[in-house]
């Protein structure tokens, strides 16, 4: 019933646009965002045309009155701003009388929302229209203390990360870090080095100053790829280190995660992540990581740790975590550490 309705009303509409002249035709629809152009032909000595536009569902009208294109064409052009979904109601006059739909039975053009748009409108919402972030992270890793000969050998680093991060929601580029990490340790010392007597001796490990820069890839929504090149100065002088990061959902609620870092000789470490955001204001997380961190020539070594986060208010968190670190079945450390992030 409402279409026939509508169809009277358009044909009504054409019927008397004929009679004086004039002539438009809708466009099929238009994309939110984007200006709209509403062309009408018309001779020259038809009255002032204007166009009757709002948003669908809204009540007042804005008059946009049609300005000359060409000879026989006028045109109004509804402004980005106000194109926007679900859809845009008008209807045109000529002096004081209807030439193309009506106040009453305006017509409707339907606003369509690109993908990437809606994407970015919804990654916005989560991020409570936060784009910057600074971010700390420090913690003791220790594998425990082996005593062989009376003498005790220790076997520990400390690791502090510290970056800046920009959400640019650029698809499929989500966002770019930069970052500095400081690793430092205590560990055997490798084969090849000396030790001031004939014992077993421990070394420092690590590195004072790493610079990094990180990607953020999402082409397709909830599954993202994180992409960072390290440049370090070690004890053996300049290198370089990378890391990767895969990822099925959000990094601060649910999500799996699988990665791999390089550190040139430093030492390498693969982990797999689960994180799950169950329980309000307390995003949680549990990792198992295979590393021989501090040195690549220590053995393999397993660490387990649980991260739990806490949202003082929107947009800054702290962090704590606590696990263990081991190379053997007989010899283990305690994992402690914890952060802190501030989002603007």
């Not at 991260?307 to 263990?324: E, K, N």
């Amino acid at each position: 019933m409402k279409l026939a309705i509508s169809i009277v009303m358009l044909a009504a509409s054409s019927t008397l646009a004929s009679a004086q002249g004039v002539r438009h035709v809708p466009p099929a629809d238009a994309e939110a965002g984007q200006d709209l152009e509403l062309v009408a032909e018309a001779p020259a000595s038809t009255p002032t045309l204007v166009a009757h536009v709002r948003t669908r569902g809204t009540q007042p009208f804005t008059d946009i009155e049609l300005v000359r294109k060409d000879n026989a064409r006028w045109v109004a052009v509804v402004p980005a701003a106000a194109v926007v979904a679900p859809g845009v109601d008008y209807y045109v006059t000529a002096g004081d009388a209807p030439v193309f739909a009506t106040l009453e039975w305006p017509h409707s053009i339907a606003v369509r929302v690109p993908a990437d748009a809606e994407r970015r409108t919804r990654d916005e919402l989560r991020a409570g229209h936060r784009r910057s972030r600074m971010h700390a992270l420090g913690e003791w890793v220790e594998y425990g203390t082996k005593t062989v000969n009376g003498t005790k050998l220790a076997d520990h680093y400390y690791r502090f990360d510290a970056d800046f991060s920009y959400r640019l929601w650029t698809y499929p580029l989500e966002e770019i870090r930069v970052g500095y990490t400081r690793l430092l340790g205590d560990t055997l010392q490798a084969p090849d080095q000396m030790c001031p007597t004939t014992e077993a001796c421990t070394a420092e490990a690590g590195f004072k100053v790493a610079g990094w820069f990180e990607l953020g890839l999402a082409a397709v929504e909830g599954v993202r790829f994180d992409a960072r090149m390290m440049v370090m100065a070690t004890q053996d002088g300049f290198a370089v280190g990378g890391r990767g990061e895969a990822r099925l959902g959000e990094r601060d609620a649910s999500h799996v995660a699988l990665g791999v870092e390089y550190l040139a000789a430093v030492g390498t470490n693969g982990f797999f992540r689960l994180g799950w955001g169950t329980v309000p204001r307390l995003p949680m997380s549990a990792t198992v990581e295979i590393t021989n961190l501090p040195a690549d020539h220590r053995p393999t070594g397993v660490r387990l740790y649980y991260d739990l986060g806490y949202d003082v208010t929107p947009g800054v968190r702290i962090g704590l975590r606590v696990g263990y670190a081991a190379r053997n079945q007989s010899v283990a450390g305690f994992t402690g550490g914890g952060g802190a992030s501030v989002e603007f």
